[in-house]
């Protein structure tokens, strides 16, 4: 499976938001040719919430750990629950060690937010791929339930002394 037939995959899922920042799109330079994938109802960029995965094609110039410059590698970046981090990296987001970030087909703790639950896989393939796809599922799932529950939140809260 190819990054396109991911970003196939990400596209079909229920309320999703693919962001894929291009020249004269308004967005940053250094994110143009990447893709962000949020939650969005309502097909609007949710304020104030970072995106759920991220696909990038470059290094960053405080993310180039993973060697993505050259022609053809990109890596997946997943926000997963603490114990889907440790089961594929073997250790916790707090608490990892050093490693080869640039390491293919690889689960291994994002090399800048991994303290944060992120895990990257460098070019998925015939190892991490299946995985890949379910855990992106996963995520949107997940920020869709965050969603909700912060809707649910601010309707509680906005409750007026005439509604109790």
Request: net charge negative.
């Amino acid at each position: 499976m190819s990054m396109e037939q991911i970003l196939e995959t990400v596209r079909s899922f229920k309320e999703v938001l693919v962001l894929a920042p291009s020249e004269g799109s308004g967005f940053p330079e250094v994110a143009w040719g990447d893709f962000f994938f949020n939650y969005a109802p309502d097909g609007q960029i949710p304020r104030n919430i970072q995106p759920y995965a991220t696909i990038v094609t470059k290094n960053y110039p405080d993310d180039a750990q993973s060697d993505l410059d050259p022609d053809g590698r990109w890596r997946a970046n997943i926000h997963v629950p603490k114990a889907t981090f440790t089961e594929l990296t073997g250790e916790s987001p707090g608490t990892f060690g050093p490693r080869d970030f640039a390491a293919p087909d690889t689960f291994m703790p994002h090399p800048v937010y991994g303290a944060l639950g992120w895990i990257a896989v460098v070019g998925p393939d015939d190892k991490t791929m299946a995985t890949v796809v379910e855990l992106l599922r996963g995520a949107h799932d997940n920020a869709r339930r965050r969603a909700i529950r912060r809707s649910q939140v601010g309707t509680v809260g906005n409750a007026t002394a005439s509604d109790q």
